[in-house]
């Protein structure tokens, strides 16, 4: 019999039973009061997931579409920016602003590390014109989380903007946005939200509207303008995703009734100690020195293939992780906590993975170690 089909990648992540079934309904129009309805309650509930006071607002895009609204909404071309490129996100945020206009100053930090907010206050101090800070928070390529409460503590001193692009940290972990003075932040739907790809959500604080209005880059659909206007009237600005809109609703509902986001924010990172407790058993320690809860990335030791042993788990045993990027190719081995994962689901990833490492390496790994690991991930689920 077939194996059923896990998928246990950073996103997108696999979705719960109930937003499968409201994927299945009829279509039905964006403009009509039962929408409207939905679509209202869907921008309030966001509030409490950024923890703010401001609208939250939706495009109908994958995450970058939310990146690149943060920066057409608050730059004005030749300002001077500041990115921090820790990975491949970083160097994706840097590549947009400098396509608009930005001046753009790279912050290159070392793949695995964080960024340390006293070079972000060494930047801020050579550089005090500086308008936009652009950092991740997770940078997905590494799984690194910054430090970003105190990045914004540093960046809310001066006239700069902090701009945190949270597509694998905003609903994995907490981010409040009012309490860190974070000015604009951002999330997509098939990392942390547990939706197939297709939305994505932004806010912006009070500090960050008085740039929005005088900021002369342009915008035509991202233009958060307008669609606060067409939101005040209760619609949106284009069509709507009215199934993913939907859906939306469905995940929030299912997070108020089980008690919020610190409930989920627990979840993750149990999945996640987990999923270390085993690399450490299997010789596979965290690449990430800071890692993030919302998923993890193995190092593998020298002379194994990681490209090799993820296509392996997904041939032989219908298990798909995701390898390394760029300089990180075959590298590491990066395992999401995101989405709808079960305890189940992560030791069948476990089991699955030192199989595939025995088979590829059978004299680098023996069956007490593989037992051992699925010991360490199960003892540690259980708490
Ligand atoms: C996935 C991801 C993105 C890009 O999202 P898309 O939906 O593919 O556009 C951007 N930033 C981070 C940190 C991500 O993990």
């Known amino acids: 019999m077939k194996q059923p089909y896990i998928l246990m990648t950073p996103g997108p992540v696999p979705v719960p039973p109930e937003v499968l079934e409201v994927l299945a309904q009829p279509m039905e129009h964006h403009r009509t ?3 409207e309805a939905v679509f209202a309650r869907c921008l309030s509930r966001l509030q409490s997931v950024f923890e703010t006071k401001e609208r939250v607002y939706m495009h109908t895009s994958t995450g970058s579409g939310a990146m690149e609204s943060a920066i057409v909404n608050t730059l004005c071309p030749g300002d ?58 997770c940078e997905t390529s590494t799984a690194v989380l910054h430090p970003i409460r105190q990045i914004a503590a540093v960046v809310a001193r001066t006239e700069a903007l902090l701009l945190v692009d949270g597509i694998t940290a905003l609903g994995a972990l907490p981010m409040p946005m009012d309490e860190w003075h974070i000015d604009v932040l951002l999330g997509g ?48 600005l284009f069509s709507s995703n009215v199934p993913l809109v939907k859906a939306l609703d469905v995940v929030l509902e299912r997070v108020h009734r089980e008690g919020g986001m610190p409930a989920i924010h627990r979840r ?19 690449y990430a020195k800071h ?21 392996e788990m997904e041939k032989s045993f219908r298990v ?32 699955v993975l030192g199989r595939t490492l025995s088979n590829l390496y059978p004299e680098k790994f023996t069956e007490p170690q593989l037992r051992r690991s699925l010991e360490a991930c199960g003892r540690t689920l259980r708490g």
């Open 33 to 35: 009061p039962e929408f």
């Open 80 to 137: 001077e920016v500041l990115a921090v490129v820790s990975g491949k996100f970083g160097e994706r945020w840097a590549e947009m602003a400098e396509t608009y206009g930005g001046r753009v100053h790279r912050l290159n930090v070392e793949w695995g590390e964080a960024v340390r907010v006293e070079q972000i206050e060494a930047e801020l101090r050579a550089r005090p014109g500086t308008k936009l800070v652009l950092c991740q928070a």
């Open 189 to 236: 739907s098939q990392k942390a939200f547990m939706l197939p790809t297709g939305l994505s959500f932004i806010s912006f604080s009070q500090k960050a509207w008085q740039r929005v209005e005088r900021a002369t880059c342009p915008r035509f659909y991202f233009d958060i303008r307008s669609e606060r206007e067409a939101n005040e009237r209760g619609e949106t």
């Open 268 to 286: 993750i990172a149990r999945l996640a100690e987990a999923t270390r407790a085993a690399g450490e058993e299997l010789g596979l320690p965290s």
């Open 291 to 311: 890692p993030s809860p919302s998923l993890t990335a193995l190092a593998l030791p020298a002379g194994m293939d990681g490209q090799k042993v993820r296509a």
């Open 320 to 351: 798909t992780v995701m390898g390394g990027q760029d300089k990180l190719k075959g590298k590491i081995i990066r395992i999401g906590h995101m989405g709808w994962i079960r305890d189940d689901d992560l030791m069948r990833t476990i089991e």
